[in-house]
């Protein structure tokens, strides 16, 4: 039964949308019994990410993610040890989500589980972030793809709210208000890959129309969106992009970046000649 199990589970690993896991943890602020309590608390993350197929149609994406788990303190609850935590939660390039109001009970002898209809503060937690991320991944193969992923997200979230452990919850229903009403960035997103695929392989009038939309894009969060989310895109992506449209000649694009991503200046302008 353990050969089959792990049998399983390797086959389940090569199918995960989550490839490497990179988990830190600050736990300076806790007794030495609590951190105890915590010992296999990296080792379950890591499996419960990568030890599940989170989407039947986007397998096999290996999504990398950095989790920073910064503990606050501990408190019964319910008989239960309650920890609070600030966690970030990012793939190391765009997507990138900071959570200041966590809470969760773990001990050391069991393993996170998720239900979609039995909520758990730390396994609906995880969940909810991890549906977040692959949408972001699912939004770059298809237009809007990662709706679906979007209201598995959002249905837990509302459990969440309703839940013995509400706090943060409404904070993530706003979260996803706001990344999936961003419809300049998503189509922004969306676009850029396009267009990366496509001068890849040789069609540079194409990708360069998926670059239009892109920029399109852009210019609709610049008029009606917070440009946090945008400026992590481009950070991100600035030397391929500027790579890119300095071969397709597109200087005007070049110089509108340069306004709107002041940070990476040096690097759409580096090229253009004076």
């Not at 920073?68 to 990012?90: D, R, Y």
Request: aromatic share 14%; glycine share 8%.
């Amino acid at each position: 039964m353990r050969i089959l199990i792990s049998f399983l589970t390797t086959i389940t690993m090569a199918y995960s949308q989550f490839g490497k896991v990179d988990i830190t943890i600050d736990d300076r602020l806790l007794r030495d019994n609590e951190r105890q309590e915590l010992s296999s608390l990296k080792d379950e993350v890591i499996r419960f990410f990568s030890g599940r197929i989170w989407h039947e149609d986007f397998q096999g994406l290996k999504i990398p993610l950095h989790i920073s788990i910064a503990f606050q303190g501990m408190a019964q609850k319910g008989g239960l040890k309650t920890f609070h935590t600030q966690i970030l939660i990012s793939d190391g390039m765009d997507l990138r989500y900071f959570d200041k109001s966590v809470q969760f009970y773990y001990n050391s002898g069991g393993s996170i589980q998720y239900d979609p209809v039995i909520f758990d503060p730390l396994g609906s937690f995880l969940a909810y972030y991890a549906y977040t991320m692959l949408a972001g991944y699912m939004d770059t193969y298809d237009f809007y793809g990662g709706n679906h992923a979007y209201d598995q997200a959002r249905e837990i979230a509302l459990r969440g709210m309703a839940s013995d452990y509400p706090k943060g919850w409404s904070a993530r229903v706003q979260l996803l208000k706001e990344v999936t009403g961003n419809k300049g960035l998503r189509e922004a997103r969306f676009a850029y890959y396009v267009a990366m695929d496509l001068f890849d392989q040789g069609k540079p009038d194409a990708a360069l129309k998926e670059f239009g939309y892109m920029m399109d894009g852009l210019k609709k969060v610049i008029y009606g969106f917070p440009v946090g989310r945008m400026q992590h895109f481009l950070k991100a992506h600035a030397r391929d992009i500027t790579h890119k449209l300095t071969i397709l000649r597109q200087e005007e694009y070049l110089r509108y970046l340069a306004d709107i991503d002041q940070e990476n200046k040096y690097i759409y302008l580096r090229d253009i000649k004076k």
